[in-house]
Every structure is written in C-alpha cells, then in structure tokens.
C-alpha cells in the first residue's frame, strides 16, 4: 500500500514539472518571438521587408543594415555614444545619492522623518511629462540647456524616488547588533557605512543602478525637448530621426538593426547582475 501511495505521488510529481516545463516554454516562445523575428528582419534587405505577407526567415542574407546604421556620416555612433555618457553619468548620480539619502532614512530616526520620505516619495506620484517645461524654464536659467549634463540632471532628479525607497529598505533591514558591534570595536560612524553598510547592501545599489540605467538609456520624450543639437541626441532620438525613408516611408532596416543594439546593453546588465537585481527588489520585505 505505502509503494503504491510512493509511485502515485511520484507520477504526480513528473506530470506537475512536465506541465511547468511546458507552460513556461510557451510563454518563454511568445516573449522571445518578436525579438527573434526582429533580429533577422535585420539581414533583409529593403524590398523584402516590404512583401505581404512577411518572410519569417531572410531569403537573401545582407549586411546592409548593419552597415548603415555604423556609418559614420549617419550619425548613430555619435548617438551611441551620447547615450552611454547619459546613462553611466545618471547612473553615478543616482547610486550616490539614493545611497547617502537612503542611509540617513533607514539608521536615523529623527522628528518629521515619516514627513520627509512621503515628500520624497511623492515624486513617484508626479507625471513625468507634466515637469517638463518647468525643467525647461529651470535649466535655461541654470545655463544648461541643450546640454548633455543638464539632462543628466533631469534623469537623476527622475529616478531618485523609487532609488531611494530601495537604498532605505537595504539600510533599515540591516541589524543594530551590526553597527553596535562596529562602534564599540572603534570605527567610526563613516567608516561603519564604508566597510559594513555598502558591502551588506550591494544587491540595492544594484537594484537602482539597473533601474537608473534602464530608464535613462530608453527615455525619449525629455531628450527631444531639452536637447535641440543633432550632435547631442540620444539614441532613441536619433532612431526616430532615421527611420523615415523615401517618400516618407519607415526605414524598418534600419529601425530593427538600431532597436537590437540599444537592447544589447539592456539585456547583457540585466542577465549579469539579475541575482541581485531579485534581492535587492525585495530587500527588507521580511522586515
């Protein structure tokens, strides 16, 4: 009677992980199809992304899209670029401050501090799009715009709410005991958040690097209105301008070709440093 509950159960327990295995296939395929389908659109040539209904497969393989949108005189490299220097700046920003703010809401308690994080929270609140021409008005009075710098500005003030919230979950789940232990050994209270505090909330500061990182490297509609020097457009930017073909057609060549590489980075930072992007997501949700 016992081997035959054993074998039951053990039945159960395969036909229960076929059927995760193939539920989580499927809709892994449904995600991963377009991606798929755009890539190779990126080895078709012009007329053959024109045909109704569209190939699946490129009948003539070629590298012209690749080739044009790394052409110097298209301006996408100098976008790349742009964007890169946008992206890592805000990211810098944000880690720092979201990292001292976070530090002084999560190990400080002080009158009015429930006040000031909902203050700062509120920003999460606020349409983006509703800032933007206050941003504007505040950069030209600040002489930064149409600069590269003061959109940085932009994206950091952008990203620091939910950065914040995060650093100070990664500091309050921290124990006392920790930094007690720290203080009566004879450090001192920055040497505590140098040498334990940062090394013990590594997964947060990557949570808001990815975050600060993704956002800035595919923000559009800020970069078109605070920027007016083709020189200096993001890549977004740059991919709408080029994708108008002749008679007003859409380049789709050239619009796949650049919408796979701004994903590249995207999806390489996010593979790498996913195990903590998960941790630091829930930090101090035990707490």
Known sequence: ??????????????????WWWVTGIVLSSLFLLPIVTMFLATFK??????IKPPTILPRDTTLDNWQRLFDPDAGLIQSTMNSAVLSLGTVALT??????????FGRFKFRGINVFFFVVLAGLMVPFTV???????????????????????????????????????????????????????????????????IPLVVPGIVTSAIFAFLNSWNEFLAALVLLTDQEKFTLPIMLAVRQRGR?????????????????????LIFFLLQRYYVSGIFSGAEK
Request: proline share 3%.
């Open 131 to 197: 800032l933007l021409t206050p941003l504007l008005v505040v950069l030209r009075g600040m002489g930064l715009s149409n600069n590269l710098f003061g959109v940085m500005l932009v994206y950091t003030v952008y990203q620091l709410p939910f950065c914040i919230f995060i650093m100070r979950n990664s500091f309050a789940g921290i124990p006392k005991e920790i930094e007690e232990a720290a203080l009566i050994d004879g450090c001192t209270k920055g040497g505590v958040f140098r040498r334990i505090f």
């Open 45 to 50: 040539s012009r007329t053959e992304l024109g």
């Open 247 to 267: 008679f007003g057609t859409i380049d789709w060549g050239l619009l796949d070709t650049g919408i796979v590489v701004s994903m590249i980075p995207c999806l």
């Open 1 to 18: 009677m016992t081997d035959l509950k054993t074998r039951r159960r053990a039945r159960h327990t395969s036909v229960a992980w076929v």
């Open 95 to 104: 880690v720092v401050v979201s990292a001292l703010a976070g530090y002084g």
